[in-house]
Nanobody
Framework: QVQLVESGGGLVQAGDSLRLSCAAS????????MGWFRQAPGKEREFVAH???????YYADFVKGRFAISRDNARNTVYLQMNSLKSEDTAVYYC?????????????????WGQGTQVTVSS
């Protein structure tokens, strides 16, 4: 089993920055991809970004150039640096872990989830 705990959410103004963290524990040795998703009220959970072991980040179009995902394997932690935040970025942000290789763009591709952290951007 793998446990994921997110932190770093909060209330900010449009244009501000936030950094989310997700710490993994348990059987982390076979985690290949770590990702971030978000879910706004009344909407489906959507892919934000992912980073594969030893790889670069991959982003949804709506965050390219504003968000950056990074991974510290020694700390079993993944980060999401969010800059130039917009009101439409308001959502609960979830960290997810995928065991093994393969596609990692859909929620069902992932095996483990954190509890989520609220990000609210006021305009």
């Amino acid at each position: 089993q793998v446990q994921l705990v997110e932190s770093g959410g909060g209330l900010v103004q449009a244009g501000d920055s936030l950094r989310l963290s997700c710490a993994a524990s348990g059987r982390t040795f076979n985690i290949y991809t770590m990702g971030w998703f978000r879910q706004a009220p009344g909407k489906e959970r959507e892919f934000v970004a992912h980073v594969k072991s030893g790889g670069n980040g991959y982003y949804a179009d709506f965050v390219k150039g504003r968000f950056a995902i990074s991974r510290d394997n020694a700390r079993n932690t993944v980060y999401l640096q969010m800059n130039s935040l917009k009101s439409e970025d308001t959502a609960v942000y979830y960290c997810a872990a995928k065991i093994g290789y393969g596609l990692a763009l859909q929620a069902h591709d992932y095996n483990y989830w954190g509890q989520g952290t609220q990000v609210t951007v006021s305009s």
